[in-house]
């Protein structure tokens, strides 16, 4: 069967193809996309890249309605059945999956042709998957926040680090949608979640998701509100989503003993940071990096989103029809959008 699926060709170029379905194979579910957000991985091409990554095919985070299975499926859905996709491949067999650590699958570590059709296709109106990446959702399951599934999935791995306790206290440094995300999870923890973000207005938007604090880094008057914040102590986890190597170097300072440093984001440009090994040693603090989600996070969040358990819907900017796909990515790059869903 054949399906349409949006191709980027080219810096800010995106139309809509037809290609051919190979027959479903076992173990194989073909799936209805019903929801699909375009990711900053996606913007990427978009905004423009080198021309031997063209033509990709985007949609890492999507949702759809299980239409057919092919022969020998486990038991992971049924037609008719919501389901959130887990995009990215998965071995099952390779050092790091049989550790769990399924996000540094070595068979994603594999190039792909230059200048030949590639990507994960969740733009698309059909998408045949294996049964491992399907994962059922409950029935009436609202297919925008199914979508979502695999940032949370990311943050849930993030927060599940540390060894947090019921009334903790805990930092959040930056306030896009990873860090506010960040927010919504950890309050699902019982612990006390200040946010720092220089921008007064994304700062309301944190303490309307939650937040129990927020200030502004560079005010004069931030370290007083640390302390106050916790009766004259630092935080047990402070988690790194923006703001660079300046916002890492002052994390440091507002760590207590036993303290984590969670590095969620990446730093660009990268820089070193400065750090006094004795801090590490006498104060025992754990400096760590989360890097994308495993299945077992992917199995959390969709549970969590199946059931409403977090209110997603603040994440949403926009919905677009698929036809109108071009119109979707322009919105997407724009500063005041977090998530643009293409609909189906
Ligand atoms: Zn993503
Ligand atoms: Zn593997």
């Not at 921008?199 to 004069?220: C, E, I, Q, W, Y």
């Not at 009766?231 to 994390?251: D, L």
Request: aromatic letters at 10%; hydrophobic letters at 40%; proline letters at 6%.
């Amino acid at each position: 069967m054949k399906t349409q699926t949006a191709v980027i060709t080219g810096p800010q170029k995106v139309e809509i193809q037809e290609i051919e379905l190979p027959p479903l194979g076992p173990r194989q579910v073909l799936i209805k996309v019903k929801s699909c957000a375009i990711c900053t991985w996606e913007q990427r091409f978009y905004k423009g890249c080198s021309p031997e990554e063209y033509p990709f095919r985007g949609g890492h985070e999507v949702s759809g309605e299980v239409v057919e299975l092919g022969s020998n499926v486990i038991d992971v859905a049924a037609v008719g059945d919501p389901v959130a996709l887990a995009i990215m491949t998965r071995c099952g067999v390779c050092d790091h999956c049989r550790r769990g650590m399924d996000n540094f699958c070595e068979l994603d570590e594999g190039g792909h042709p230059p200048y030949q059709l590639w990507g994960p296709g969740g733009l698309s109106e059909f998408v045949i998957l294996e049964d491992y990446q399907v994962y059922k959702a409950k029935l009436g399951s609202n297919f925008d926040h199914l979508a979502l599934a695999e940032p949370v999935a990311c943050v849930i791995r993030s927060v599940s680090r540390p060894e947090l306790e019921f009334g903790d206290h805990v930092l959040v440094q930056g306030t896009g949608i990873m860090g506010l995300l960040h927010v919504l999870l950890l309050k699902q923890l019982g612990v006390q979640v200040m946010v720092s973000e220089p921008d007064a207005v994304r700062r309301g938007k944190a303490l309307a998701l939650g937040a129990d604090l927020a200030a502004d880094p560079m005010s004069p008057t931030f370290e007083r509100t640390v302390l106050d914040f916790n009766g004259g102590r630092k935080f047990r986890a402070i988690f790194f989503t923006a703001g660079g190597i300046p916002a890492i170097q002052q994390a440091l300072s507002f760590l207590s003993k036993g303290g984590w440093l969670c590095l969620y984001g990446s730093v660009h440009p990268k820089g070193m940071l400065e750090i006094d090994p004795n801090d590490i040693h006498y104060n025992e603090w754990v400096v760590t990096g989360t890097f994308s989600h495993t299945k077992n996070s992917f199995r959390q969040a969709v549970s969590m989103l199946s059931q409403g358990m977090i209110n997603i819907a603040p994440f949403i900017s926009e919905r677009v029809p698929f036809s109108s796909v071009g119109y979707a990515f322009e919105r997407a790059i724009s500063p005041d959008t977090y998530r643009v869903i293409v609909t189906f």
